[in-house]
């Protein structure tokens, strides 16, 4: 087994691809393939499970992985340590649900990031391509939320994908409203108060069940309903037509300005948000900074602070 071969692994996770890994190390994909082969062989195991779909990691390669990456990080370290080669290139990658304050923890991880090089990913999606891209270890870091309602339903289908919910906060349900809109200023509205109001919320696709939504009180009627797919089509109704989304009541004037503010729903209910996790790796020195950020950035909001 050599650090070559490590580097080989990793860089196929990377690409998702024999032939782009490959192409990205300048060497034939005959000889990339014979490689990873050749480890396997020596180690007994299979890494890689190959199907005329492309390749995947099997659940031994997922663990092999996770050694694979720390060695050649120590690896790295040591040839910066002793020959003054420049920092090696920062990855990291985050799937999340539509929150602000995801992003604001993402500005700060950037901010802090010392390398010359990097190469971050931030990716706002659909509850069930949060868990498949952690699943799979496109991302390392997901972010959803459990409630009362989808706990027991999102517990399985993590435990099944052999993937960790680590519980950051819990808040309690708010409306995100125009500044300019009368409800603004209410102490607290009512679904009754809400009435009139397109309701606001993200579509799912295919995935479009109650327990996928990033809303809480999914279950909930509404005269008028519109679906986006992403954060600004969403905010730009909020302001244009004067709708609203159920939401955490976290909005940052950084990022969102000032005109959406968030007015307390007078509903029994309450949504604990968390990081999702691969258990059979471990995280990288950016993924753990990127959550020791979050906790930063959601600090001071009121919210119920989760160790």
Not at 193 to 201: F, G, K, Q, V
């Amino acid at each position: 087994m050599t650090l070559q071969q490590l580097k080989y692994v990793i860089k196929i996770v990377e690409n998702r691809s024999i032939t782009e890994a490959a192409r990205s190390v300048c060497i034939s994909q005959p000889a990339l393939s014979n490689s990873v082969h050749e480890l396997e062989s020596e180690l007994s195991i299979e890494i890689f499970s190959r199907s005329s779909k492309g390749i995947t990691l099997t659940q031994e390669g997922a663990e092999f992985l996770s050694y694979a990456r720390q060695v050649v990080e120590q690896a790295d370290l040591l040839e910066q340590r002793y020959t003054h080669k420049k920092p090696v290139r920062q990855l990291c990658s985050v799937s999340t649900q539509h929150y602000a304050f995801a992003v604001n923890a993402f500005c700060s991880l950037i901010q802090q990031t010392h390398s010359d090089e990097y190469e971050y990913t931030l990716r706002e999606t659909r509850t069930s391509e949060i868990i498949e891209d952690v699943r799979s270890m496109k991302s390392e870091v997901g972010i959803i939320y459990q409630n009362d309602f989808n706990r027991k339903v999102l517990a399985k289908i993590l435990k099944e994908g052999s993937l960790e919910f680590i519980p950051l906060f819990t808040a309690f349900p708010h409306v995100f409203v125009s500044a300019s809109c009368e409800l603004a200023a209410k102490k607290s509205v009512t679904f009754e108060d809400l009435a009139p109001y397109p309701y606001l919320s993200f579509e799912q696709g295919d995935f479009n069940s109650f327990y996928f939504s990033e809303e809480m009180q999914s279950t909930v009627p509404h005269k008028k309903s519109i679906h986006v797919s992403d954060r600004g089509t969403l905010f730009n109704l909020i302001i244009g037509i004067n709708g609203y989304t159920i939401s955490s009541g976290i909005v940052t004037s950084d990022l969102n300005g000032t005109q959406i503010v968030a007015v307390p729903l007078e509903a029994e209910d309450s949504m604990t948000v968390g990081c999702i996790t691969n258990i059979r790796t471990t995280l990288s020195q950016c993924a753990q900074n990127y959550i020791v950020e979050l906790r930063k950035c959601i600090s001071g909001y009121g919210c119920v602070l989760l160790s």
